[in-house]
């Protein structure tokens, strides 16, 4: 199995499986254009998008509906053209749509909701996904540790 | 502010022409003519990638661990994994 240094966790094997291609990396990042996205039961529902090229870059994100249950997805026809998707997609199904998370002392932890980063898993093919509309922030206050889950149990 | 029809242009200075080629319910479609070395984005493009910047920083300092088991406390547990698993 594959070794890849990461930001968070040091050496870990990974498998090609957890491995998605962002033909167009991502805005800032255009050059990235493979992560590997880590998950760690203790820390669920939390996604690391660990980039395979740059051990400094990985970022935290949460599924959309997480953050959100009532989310929608909408997608441009360029966007869905280059996911070679028909139609407009749901979450789940064979798409997983993440939010980005920042998270840093001193600054409140926020989720983008209006950019998630949208997988088409059978392709394992990814981008993210800015939206047309005005529905959702980029900066979506999410709640701070010690607060009392608000969520749980959604699913 | 500026009305205008679609097939009509303005002009920004001497070498840049906007112009309206469509109108529709899902909305504008704009024709850019600019010098080479101007940059053209969309706005909504910078705002993200000062987010990605932003986001990219991750978490520098404290206790990596600890912070992120509160934060995976308080989100609802609804598995990413789609590719072994449907979501429920």
Redesign the interface.
Known sequence: MPLIETKYFGTMSFEHESVFDFPCGLPAFEEEKRFVFIEIAEYAPLVFLQSLTRQSLCFLALPVLSVDPDYRLELSSEDRAALELEGQPECGGGILALALLSLHDGFPATANLMAPVVVNVRTRRALQAIRMDRRYSHQHPLRRPGIAPVCEGVC | MLRRRAGESLLIGDDIEIELLELTSQ?AKIGIRAPRETVVL?K??K????????????????D?GK?????????????????KH???
């Open positions: 909305g969309r909504e493009l705002i993200i990638r000062e987010q990605n910047t932003h986001a990219a920083r991750g978490l520098e300092s404290g990596l912070t992120l088991k509160e934060f995976s406390r308080n989100s609802s547990r609804i598995s990413p994994r789609t590719d449907s979501e429920s």
